[in-house]
């Protein structure tokens, strides 16, 4: 009845926490455990996260107010764009480690399964193509990523302005055309 437990792998959730690019939660569940564990073990072992200044963690109560004016608030969408980012990158080892295990992932499909549709599906779950349009995709989600964290946000009305200057300028729906041509008449 009792679930087979694993060993936990203490020096890379050490590596994660101390990078501080993820949250405490974050790694948890990459790994398969309770956040409250991690905060645990870090406080025994007296890490800490690269983004808090030194002393941040061992005094939780006096030194909150003088943290929060020194570190700056990170806004939602550079929040989001980490995490997405984050999040690609642990994509692309996943499809690396698909990759470099691609034939023994096809052998143990090949022994393990006899139900021929089933069969078809993971085999097509490993193939190359799927694989390429995986990495395409993750490829696509960086570059979008990339360019919104360049692109200033504008309020309404400088969209909305923007979107009449495009309509309206050369080449937009409402641009002005030349009329038919015009016939001359040259004077005697």
Request: net charge positive; no cysteine.
């Amino acid at each position: 009845m009792n679930a087979k437990k694993t060993a936990t792998d203490w020096p890379a959730i050490e590596a994660e926490y101390r990078a501080g690019k993820q949250s405490i939660r974050a790694i948890a569940e990459w790994f398969q455990i309770s956040d409250t564990a991690i905060r645990k073990e870090a406080k025994k072992r007296k890490w800490v996260r690269a983004n808090q200044p030194s002393g941040s963690q061992e005094s939780a109560g006096a030194n909150r107010p003088a943290i929060a004016a020194t570190v700056p608030e990170v806004s939602k969408v550079e929040e989001v764009l980490g995490r997405g980012r984050n999040l690609a990158e642990r994509m692309l080892d996943e499809l690396g480690a698909e990759t470099l295990h691609k034939g023994e992932m096809e052998t143990i499909i090949e022994l393990s399964e006899t139900d021929p549709d089933r069969l078809q599906a993971l085999r097509q779950a490993v193939s190359l193509p799927v694989r390429a349009k995986t990495l395409q995709t993750i490829a696509l989600a960086l570059k979008t990523m990339g360019e919104t964290a360049t692109e200033q946000p504008k309020g309404k009305k400088a969209a909305q302005k923007s979107a009449a200057d495009a309509a309206t300028g050369p080449g937009g729906k409402f641009a002005p055309r030349p009329g038919p041509p015009q016939l001359s008449v040259v004077g005697k």
